[in-house]
């Protein structure tokens, strides 16, 4: 069985279409794309090949590869051991190297300050749920509490309360809800990438709801590949994390 096995007859073509592209960008999210889902964000490891793969891609002529995380950028280069030449870029599109365009302004930091404690609010009565601090946002972690209705009440009360503040963007995500007062759209992002360089076509492979604002904005020709089940404006999917793997891996020996 070789990588290509798994991948359906369209997405080999769309994928020997984009190996013979001049330029190239591949831009892939992380969690839920090259890493499996765990309790505990710090230890949310690639899967074995993954960031080889990525690696050779990103070490082929006019090929540009970027993990595209909702992660701020620290955290992702932490845990994906992934550096240059691979472009990381964090906080949903918003955070590349040399941080963001534009600071915070004290409004701002005020909005994010007050969004924090009202998570820790609810985390200190819910066993195993934890708040990510990020520098534009904050997330409320739910996967590690064991009783699904302490869980959904968690949420719940997230959406009421911190996610009703004026001036600030929510993001519900898997067993997460991030609630950031900034904008940012991985569309953005990708676009951002194309622009950079001129790449006749961009690859986009994601698992998430927030990973469909990066499907949005692909334009004809380019390769949106969704990971798993669930509705999605990709044009391709791969059932899991080891079929991203392998058609990465497939794509490095169609261009090398
Ligand atoms: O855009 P991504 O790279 O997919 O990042 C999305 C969020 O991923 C992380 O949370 C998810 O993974 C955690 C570790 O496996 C898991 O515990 C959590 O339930 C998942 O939602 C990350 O912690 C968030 O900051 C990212 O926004």
Redesign the pocket.
């Known amino acids: 069985m070789t990588p290509a096995d798994d991948l359906s007859p369209e997405l080999a073509d769309a994928l020997r279409r984009a190996a013979g592209a001049p330029t190239l960008v591949i831009a892939c999210?992380?969690?839920?794309?090259l890493?499996?889902?765990?309790?505990?964000?710090t230890?949310?490891v690639p899967a074995p090949g993954a960031v080889d793969a990525l690696e050779r891609l990103a070490g082929l002529p006019r090929t540009t590869v970027a993990?595209?995380?909702?992660?701020?950028r620290e955290?992702?280069a932490q845990v994906s051991g992934a550096a240059a030449p691979v472009v990381l870029v964090g906080s949903?599109g918003s955070e590349w190297e040399g941080g963001f365009d534009t600071p915070l302004d004290d409004d701002e930091l005020a909005r994010l300050a007050r969004v924090r404690s009202a998570l820790e609010e609810i985390v200190s009565h819910t066993p195993g749920a934890h708040v990510?601090p990020?520098p534009t946002a904050a997330?409320l972690?739910?996967?590690?509490v064991e009783d699904p209705d302490r869980r959904r009440t968690a949420m719940s009360e997230a959406m009421a309360g911190p996610a009703a503040f004026d001036g600030v963007f929510v993001?519900e995500?898997?067993?997460?809800v991030?609630i950031a007062v900034r904008e940012a759209s991985?569309g953005a992002a990708i676009e951002r990438l194309v622009e950079q360089t001129g790449a006749e076509i961009a690859i986009f492979i994601?698992?998430?709801v927030?990973?469909e604002r990066g499907f949005a904005r692909l334009r004809e020709g380019d390769i949106g590949i969704k990971v798993g089940d669930g509705q999605t404006l990709a044009g391709y999917r791969v059932a899991d994390i080891p079929a991203v793997v392998g058609l990465l891996a497939h794509l490095a020996e169609l261009r090398g």
Not at 35 to 41: C, G, N, Q, Y
Not at 67 to 72: A, D, E, P, T, W
């Open positions: 999210d992380y969690d839920g794309t890493a499996p889902f765990v309790d505990d964000p230890l949310a993990l595209l995380s909702g992660r701020n955290a992702l949903h990510e990020k997330v972690h739910v996967r590690p993001t995500g898997k067993n997460v991030e991985k994601g698992d998430d927030t990973d």
